[in-house]
């Protein structure tokens, strides 16, 4: 046996790194080993983080309706951004109009150009986060020239096809409507895509509002913001109040919506009344009742109607009174009740019209005599119309101009003869929002004085 024999198998020979290096200290047994610290506990602000944990945070927020959401956003100042935080992804609009458009940036755009609103099913379901594959796109739009706008875009940049122009009563019980254009794309899936451009006599929220057959799918979309006018019924409590009268077209239209998931009702049970206010009150778009979602403008253009004229129209919602249509039985137990009158289910209608005046540059919407704009803003706007005609060169003014204005009757109609007259009047629409704010504090001020 050779003399290597007598020296340890290779294997668990040590180097010389190893010989040379200083050894390490080895861990007495009799001391004692400390357990490592303990893991921290997940709270719930941990798991809705948003930046931290995307991905759960999306699972759970998806699952919440927007009442669990707004619950939540008020619990704490920790989850007081929890609603902010989901808007950008829950209601992007951009994402849900790509179902339509590629470019849903220049469709936004060409929106605002033209003032044009988009509601029907789509707002629903922007507001619900939901898909309903059949639905299609509705675009209002007042003037034709922006009708036409609108309908070149998208068959120019969105290779849409004209197919049809529709009958306007096959789609609302309205003589507000001009006209219904029908336009198909077909998508790479073989599915079509369709717009229906949908032209108006008066401004869209208007014919919105008194054509619609229920609260629910009162909500519009513009080309920054979108508005829900009756969110807490709608999609809190998933209830639609009528705005017509039950008939045949109306009942297949709410049937519709209930298996989707809404019940209806005529009107507001007395007991309720004290919790619909958005029902009872006078409204304006954009006050306490609304639900708003702003978008996201970078790449828009920028329309040139600022939000306060949408914003500052009133409407109010009045339950309709008739005389019975039916005719009157005895029951078993002698009552006599009406029978086959379909407006015994109740409705309410929408009141609300178009206000000018000259030192006006944009139309409203008044709801009525009591309302804002006669009681409060007209006064004021008729008070400055008489000083900013006088101001104007009396060769400028015609005498049949000035014969009408010296007249008793208001100033409203003078609108379109005025224009006619060439005659440049100084527009006081920037005071509007703080002549609405001061109304608001009157009436707060009567109320507690009565």
């Not at 309706?65 to 992007?92: E, G, M, V």
């Not at 807490?232 to 298996?259: E, R, T």
């Amino acid at each position: 046996m050779s003399s290597s024999s007598n020296q340890p198998a290779t294997l668990f020979k040590r180097s010389r790194l190893h010989d040379d290096a200083p050894s390490a200290k080895r861990p007495r047994f009799d001391e004692q080993i400390q357990p490592p610290s303990p893991t921290p506990k997940t709270t719930v602000f941990d798991v809705l983080d948003h930046d931290a944990r995307y991905t759960i945070f999306e699972s759970i927020a998806s699952l919440l309706n927007i009442a669990d959401i707004a619950s939540l956003s008020r619990t704490c100042k920790q989850l007081s951004s929890f609603y902010q935080a989901l808007l950008p992804a829950h209601w992007n609009v951009d994402r849900r109009l790509r179902r339509f458009v590629r470019d849903p940036k220049a469709l936004r755009s060409q929106m605002g150009r033209h003032d044009a609103l988009i509601s029907g099913s789509f707002a629903v379901q922007f507001f619900e986060r939901v898909t309903w594959k059949e639905s299609d796109l509705d675009i209002f739009v007042e003037q034709r020239q922006g009708a036409i706008a609108l309908e070149n875009h998208l068959c120019k940049k969105e290779d849409y096809d004209f197919v049809r122009e529709g009958n306007v009563q096959e789609y609302l019980d309205v003589n507000g409507i001009l006209s219904i254009r029908t336009l198909i794309m077909q998508r790479p899936d073989s599915t079509e895509a369709k717009v229906q451009l949908i032209q108006t006599k008066h401004q869209p929220l208007l014919e919105i509002l008194r054509g619609f057959y229920t609260t629910l799918v009162v909500n519009v979309i513009t080309w920054n913001k979108a508005y829900a006018l009756f969110p807490q019924p709608s999609f809190v409590h998933h209830k639609a109040y009528m705005l017509k009268p039950i008939n045949d077209y109306f009942g297949k239209l709410v049937a519709k919506y209930d298996m989707r998931g809404w019940t209806s009702q005529g009107i507001v049970w007395p007991e309720d009344k004290a919790s619909h206010g958005s029902i009872l009150e006078h409204r304006r778009l954009g006050d306490r009742f609304t639900w708003t979602v702003p978008f996201n403008t970078e790449g828009v253009r920028h329309a040139a109607q600022p939000d306060s004229v949408l914003e500052y129209s009133n409407f109010r919602l009045l339950e309709a009174t008739h005389s019975p249509v039916g005719t009157l039985r005895a029951s078993a137990d002698e009552f006599l009740i009406p029978t086959r009158n379909h407006n015994l289910a109740g409705f309410y209608r929408v009141r609300g019209g178009v206000f000018k005046a000259l030192t006006l540059k944009y139309r409203y919407i008044s709801a009525d005599a009591e309302g804002f704009w006669y009681r409060f803003a007209g006064p004021r706007l008729e008070k400055l119309s008489y000083i900013e005609l006088y101001k104007t060169a009396s060769s400028a003014r015609p005498q049949s101009l000035m014969d009408d204005v010296e007249s008793d009757s208001p100033l409203y109609d003078l609108c379109s003869k005025v224009d006619r007259c060439g005659i440049a009047i100084p527009s006081y629409d920037h005071e509007i929002p703080g002549w609405y704010a001061t109304w608001e504090r009157q009436l707060a001020s009567e109320a507690q004085n009565t």
